[in-house]
C-alpha cells in the first residue's frame, strides 16, 4: 500500500512538472509569440518575460523582433531608356503584425519568398521609369526612396514592414558592356584624332610665325649690317682721302707697300717688269714718286 501511494506521488509530481513545463514560456527580449490552440491564433505576446499558456492545447509560435535582412539576387531590369541593367540589391524589414504574418506567409521562408517577388516589381517599376543616368548618380537615393515605399505599401499586407531598400551593385550586362566600351573606346579615339590635329594645326601656326620672325629678324640684321659696312667704308674711304691730302707721298709710299706684300708672297714668286717701272720706283729711293713725277 505504502509502495503503491510512493509510486502516485512520485508519479502527480512528474506530471505537475510537465504540465508546468508544458504552461510556462519564456519570450526573450529580441522576440515576439502567437499562442496558438490547434493552429487557431489566441494572443499576440510582443513583450518580453515568463508567460502562462494552456498545457497540451495551446503551442507558442515565436518571431524575432529585430530588423532581418533579406538579400535580393541580381536581377535584369530595363531602365526608360531601354537601357538593360544587372541589379544587386537588398532590403531591411521586420515584422510588425505577428497575428498577420501567421495568417498571410505563416514563417520568414514564406515572408523571404513573398519579399522577393516585391522586389523584383518594385524595381521594375522604379527603374523602368527613370534613365540610366540617374541611377548610377547622385539621385540613385531617391530611386531606392521610391523603391522602399512600392515594396513597404505591398508589404504591409503580410504584416511586414520594409525599413531601408539598398542598390549594391547596378552593372550593364555582360553583352552590353563589351558594345559600350568598343563604342566610348571609338568616341575617345576620334576625340584624341581631333585633339592632336588641333596640336598638330596650332603647331604648325607657331612654327610659321616663328619662321616669318626669323626671316623679318635675319632681314633687318642683314640690312642694318648692310648700312654699318656702309657707313664703316665711307668713312674709312673718308680718312684714306683726308690723309692722302695731307701727305700724298706718304699715302703713296703705304701703297706701295701693300702692293709689294701682296705681290711678293711665296718663295717662288717671279715678276717681269721693266727695271723703269714705277712698281719699282721706291726700291732705288724713297723719293721715287718724287722721280717718277719728273720724269
Known amino acids: ?9 512520485v508519479g502527480g509530481i512528474l506530471f505537475a512538472i510537465i504540465v508546468a513545463l508544458n ?23 510582443t513583450e518580453s518575460g ?32 531601354q537601357k538593360r541593367l544587372v541589379i544587386d540589391s537588398y532590403a531591411r524589414w521586420e515584422i510588425i503584425d ?17 519579399l522577393n517577388s516585391l522586389m523584383s516589381a518594385g524595381l ?14 547622385e539621385k540613385r537615393a531617391d530611386i531606392r526612396k521610391k523603391i522602399r515605399y512600392e515594396v513597404d505599401s505591398e508589404a504591409k499586407s503580410f504584416g511586414i514592414r520594409v525599413t531601408d531598400v539598398r542598390i549594391r551593385r547596378a552593372d550593364l550586362p555582360a553583352e552590353n558592356s563589351q558594345a559600350i566600351y568598343a563604342r ?6 576620334r576625340e584624341a584624332k581631333e585633339f592632336r590635329a588641333e596640336g598638330a594645326e596650332i603647331a604648325q601656326r607657331i612654327r610659321s610665325r616663328a619662321e616669318r620672325d626669323r626671316v623679318v629678324i635675319l632681314a633687318e640684321s642683314k640690312k642694318q649690317a648692310q648700312i654699318l659696312r656702309g ?14 691730302t695731307k701727305a700724298p707721298d706718304f699715302y703713296a709710299f703705304y701703297r706701295s707697300l701693300q702692293a709689294y706684300r701682296k705681290a711678293l708672297q711665296g718663295d717662288n714668286t ?16 724713297l723719293e721715287g714718286s718724287k722721280q717718277s713725277k719728273k720724269r
Do not use: C, W
Open 124 to 137: 521594375r517599376r522604379v527603374i523602368g521609369s527613370v534613365p540610366l543616368a540617374e541611377v548610377l548618380t
Open 231 to 244: 657707313e664703316g667704308d665711307a668713312k674709312s674711304i673718308q680718312l684714306y682721302a683726308d690723309a692722302f
Open 23 to 45: 504552461a510556462f514560456f519564456t519570450v526573450q527580449q529580441t522576440q515576439q509569440a502567437l499562442v496558438l490552440q490547434f493552429g487557431d491564433p489566441r494572443r499576440v505576446i
Open 50 to 81: 515568463l508567460k502562462f499558456k494552456t498545457p497540451f492545447i495551446q503551442n507558442v509560435v515565436y518571431y524575432d523582433k529585430r530588423l532581418l535582412d533579406f538579400p535580393h539576387s541580381a536581377e535584369e531590369v530595363i531602365a526608360a531608356d
Open 98 to 114: 505577428p497575428l498577420l504574418f501567421y495568417e498571410t506567409v505563416a514563417n520568414e521562408l514564406g515572408a523571404r519568398a513573398r
Open 270 to 285: 717671279t715678276l717681269v717688269l721693266s727695271p723703269d717701272s714705277a712698281f719699282f720706283r721706291f726700291f732705288k729711293e
Open 1 to 9: 500500500m505504502k509502495k503503491n501511494a510512493l509510486l502516485i506521488v
Open 184 to 189: 566610348m573606346k571609338s568616341e575617345r579615339e
